[in-house]
């Protein structure tokens, strides 16, 4: 009647599944923030000096390319009508030159101003040239050669004209310029015109191009601050849950503990409190009867002593400032204590322990309590969850580390029980959990065992890794490091998160 | 007494006279101080580049120079460039070339634009630099220049076929040297 109830109904059992499954997706997630809130700040700067990065390099680009355009604004506007002006007065000079020499008969001021007017052309002829040089779009360069053929038609005549007027012959060379030089003067006029309206075109366009870089600035400037802030917002968010999930769970699991622990304790306190009163109400006379209670009693108390060992060990490898002391260990010390442990265990209960102890083993690393109460617990599961097989093997063997470095030891715990659901596997470390089906069986447990076994073997280095199937049989196996090259005694922090958990 | 003091005086006086003639003699016969001396380089009939003609004898130099040939092969109008009277360079021409002087040279054009057997007078240029940018920019103008003054702008006619530079050339213009 003191047997452990927890579900016997599959309504129940549904529920649980559910309830699990609920639990498992909000481990994973707390599980998730756990670990980015260990790095909180490293995090928060990683965010920061990223989006810093990202935000100064775009707009060292678009610095840049607002630089160059405003650059070629300014080639094209200033620069490029500064030019446009000066070939425009050069064209000016070089028809006004011509017609003062008419104004006089002195020859030496005539072949002044005819200097004066040659120099003015070749002014106006390299800046044609360099107009046609800078010229890049089809109507330009078409432009730049019209400008190019009309500016030396009207040379030809200005020089013709220049030569009547040098030689006296004035009405003559004002005939020359009124019939041909105006109209050719007229159509460089119009070309260099034409080429200030391509350059003021050029030059609204630069300005365009201008405020569009800078309004494209603004936007992603505005975009990469939004997206900073989105990202800080989601961080702090991000901390702040897994703060508070930790905080939930640790609320939870300790709620769990206490009502397992109050579960546990109380089956064979109301055991004990019932015989107890059996014997004080004088309901157990004859002394076989009494010697019946007092062996329940004893074995009550005996349970309640062992669970409460349990527990205490439980919480002390919690404290994540629990210290091993590793030493080289002979695996036939290891293997010898977890034998005679079994062995008192499994007395008169037909089970078999079958070792399989391979030869010439190396020395491990690790602490012989902490390995042994390891076994212990791996062998118990084996003798609570065997079935009906009743056999356990243990082998101990070498193989390589799954790290590649080296090799290692493992000891195997076997069973041909009930086995575990694949579902399961990596459910059945995690401290408190029980397999619904379980205690279906009525198998009675904290489910603390497999979760200290596997604290204890992270705290020396190794870990714990199963192989299971449903009704045929569960294989754990400890992994430890072996003692090759290490210092014969050390002692070491006990990693108690360690990551991998090979299941 | 009288006398022969009055003849002392005259013969002094004559002394003095002979001493100041000789002196003046004495120095007259002094060679002349060679500050500088006359040197001749040869003087280049120059036209603008575009002409076609490349030399011409004397005697057809003579013509253009004095008005008498209006036209060039080509029909460009001949242009006369002179510098202005007194220059050596023009004293050349009209010696070497029209064979007058100043007076006859201006008389001789005078009376051809009157008459109108010339049809332009010259031109008379301060300088050889601008004689050359005159013929530089005037397709029938003729021009002298110094040798040393004549540049690629222009084009050097040949004067019964020789060149400045030849040793027959004609015409020389004299230019201060000094030693």
Known sequence: ?503 | MARIISLLIVLGLAVLLLAAVARETAHSAEPPKPAESLAYQPLAIIVNRSNTVNGVTMAELRKLFLGERGHWSDGHRVTLVMREPGEPERQTILRDVCQMDENDFKNHFLHGLFTGEILVSPKILDTPTGVRKFVFNVPGAIGYLRQTDVDATVKVLRINEALPEDPGYKLHVEVPSAY
């Open chain 1, 1 to 503: 009647m003191w047997r452990f109830h927890r579900h016997t109904e599959m309504s129940a059992f549904s529920e649980i599944e559910a309830r699990n499954k609920s639990t498992r997706l909000v481990s994973a997630l707390d599980q998730a923030l756990s670990a980015l809130s260990r790095h909180n700040s490293a995090l928060l700067l990683f965010l920061v000096f990223c989006v810093v990065g990202v935000v100064g390099l775009f707009e060292i680009r678009d610095l840049q390319t607002a630089n160059s355009e405003a650059n070629n604004m300014y080639v094209v506007s200033v620069h490029g009508l500064r030019q446009i002006g000066e070939l425009q007065y050069d064209a000016q000079e070089t028809r006004r030159a011509t017609l003062y020499a008419l104004t006089t008969s002195d020859s030496n001021l005539q072949v002044e101003y005819a200097d004066q007017t040659r120099d003015a052309d070749q002014r106006v002829t390299r800046g044609i040239a360099e107009y046609k040089r800078q010229a890049k779009r089809p109507e330009e360069l078409a432009l730049a050669d019209r400008l190019s053929r009309d500016w030396a038609s009207y040379l030809s005549i200005r020089d013709i004209v220049l030569a009547s007027i040098l030689e006296g012959s004035t009405k003559e060379a004002v005939d020359q310029d009124l019939s041909v030089g105006v109209p050719s003067f007229e159509r460089v006029r119009r070309d260099l015109t034409e080429v200030d309206r391509l350059y003021d075109d050029r030059a609204s366009q630069s300005l365009a191009n201008v405020a569009a870089t800078s309004r494209r600035s603004a936007v992603k400037l505005i975009g990469i601050l939004g997206f900073t802030f989105s990202l800080a917002g989601a961080a702090i968010w991000a901390i702040q849950r897994s703060k508070m999930l930790s905080a939930i769970q640790l609320a939870k699991l300790q709620m769990e503990f206490v009502a397992s622990v109050s579960h546990e304790l109380r089956t064979p306190l109301a055991a004990m409190s019932l015989a107890a009163d059996n014997i004080t109400d004088g309901l157990i006379e004859d002394k076989e009867q009494v010697r019946k209670y007092g062996a329940v009693i004893q074995n009550q108390s005996r349970q309640m002593a062992g669970l409460i060992d349990e527990i205490l060990l439980f919480a002390s490898t919690e404290d994540r400032r629990n210290r091993y002391v590793l030493r080289p260990l002979q695996v036939s010390q290891i293997v010898d204590a977890a034998v005679a442990w079994a062995n008192g265990l499994i007395q008169g209960t037909g089970f078999v322990l079958e070792q399989n102890i391979e030869a010439d083993l190396p020395l491990v690393l690790g602490d012989l309590t902490a390995i042994s109460q390891c076994l212990q617990n791996l062998i118990g599961n084996a003798v609570k969850y065997g079935g009906e097989s009743r056999w356990i093997g243990l082998h101990a063997f070498t193989a390589a580390s799954a790290s590649g470095a080296g090799r290692e030891l493992r000891i195997s715990v076997s069973d041909r029980g009930i086995g575990i659901d694949a579902s399961e596997l990596t459910e059945i470390f995690a401290p408190f959990y029980r397999s619904p089906r379980i205690g279906n069986l009525q198998i009675h447990g904290t489910g603390l065992g497999l979760s200290l076994a596997k604290r204890i073997a992270e705290g020396l280095g190794g870990k714990i890794s199963v192989v299971s199937e449903l009704s045929v049989g569960s294989t754990f196996t400890l992994h430890l490091p072996t003692a090759e090259g290490e210092a014969p005694e050390m002692t070491v922090v006990a990693p108690q998160s360690r990551p991998q958990t090979e299941v």
